[in-house]
């Protein structure tokens, strides 16, 4: 699906989410033609309601909206607790996520908004694993978040736990994708859990506030913690585990998937095992996956992660700002475009420097790391 970045109102786009019918190429449809609610309601051309593919119905509603003040209430509330209303179309919304099924029409990100384009991965798995587990999670989660990965997961019990805790541990960043709405914590027993992730890390859920951790939500949060990541881990899940419907989102979006293997004959490492039949790469360390990636992340090392002697050249004050922005772990380039304000074309030309300078790599998906 193919979005274009415009800068669509918040409330005209949470009135969108609102009626019945209008899903993610509906709601893109109507966005290319009308930004807010006023030039939607000016407009005196039929025709265009046609080609955004909506019906007479959905165009009244949309006309007669009544719900503004709910609208008003979400906005209020995300005032209130901190969080970030996101929606598609706009600029900050994830680009990971625009082209997965059904992408999210709106965000709610409590946290920092910038690691949305950090190099990440996503560690799941059974919520009551074996010692083993738990083992194999804290040594994978712990080795890549040190490393500068963010590790995403869904802040349940078992494997998400101690992935989480595993990267706070280690002095890195994870982040959690709710099945419910943002301002419901759950498990409840995760409160504290929680609020370590938002030290570093955020918290983001598509469902609007209030909404409960309902069986049917989870799956759909599913195609987020993939949408998110570069690559899936899987660490012990049972045949029918939920850690699977994420592993097999993650093969349709195009990510890399890893399973960790276990014993035969333990049930929870059935859905690993069949995972690694059907050509998931095997994952024993964060080496398997760092090597597997074409990754070379190594610890932070001083300020800027690049050491005195490696600085071989003068840097001028941008030249500086870039080495420092890469130097907690690779920064997508769409990132220093919208940190530091300039033309792609004089990042790419101060970049480009950089490199043969021998100070900083280019990496898969346009992410740019120190040397």
Known sequence: MEIDLVEVDTRFALMLSMVNGVGPIKYQQVINHFQDFDQFAGNDDTGIFENCGLNEKQVSSMLNFSRWNEIDEILQKAARFDVKVICLGQ????????????????????GALELLSKPSVAIVGSRTPTE??????????GGLASRGLVIISGMAWGIDCEAHKAAIDNGGITAAVFGCGIDIIYPRGHRNLASKILEKGFLLSEFPFGTKPEKHNFPRRNR????????????????????????????DQGKEVFAVPGRADNLKSHG?????????????????????????????????????EQI?????????????????GPAHFDELVRKLGFQPSKISAIVLKLELAGLVVRRPGNYIARA
């Not at 600029?91 to 409590?110: D, H, V």
């Not at 995972?275 to 090597?291: M, N, Q």
């Not at 071989?312 to 907690?328: R, S």
């Open 91 to 110: 600029k900050n919304y994830p680009e990971r996520l625009l082209n997965i099924y059904s992408p999210p029409l709106i965000l709610y990100l409590k």
């Open 312 to 328: 071989a050249i003068d840097l001028d004050p941008n030249e500086q700002k870039i080495c420092d922005l890469v130097g907690a």
């Open 224 to 251: 987020i913690i993939s949408g998110l990541v570069e690559a899936v881990v899987v660490v012990e899940a049972a045949e029918k585990s939920g850690a699977l419907v994420t592993a097999g989102l993650a093969v």
């Open 272 to 308: 690993t095992i069949n995972l690694l039949k059907e050509g998931a790469a095997v994952a024993t360390s964060p080496e398997d996956i760092l090597g597997s990636l074409g990754w070379e992340i190594s610890p932070v090392v001083g300020k800027s992660g690049i050491s005195t």
């Open 132 to 141: 083993y587990g738990r083992a194999m999670t804290r040594k994978i989660a």
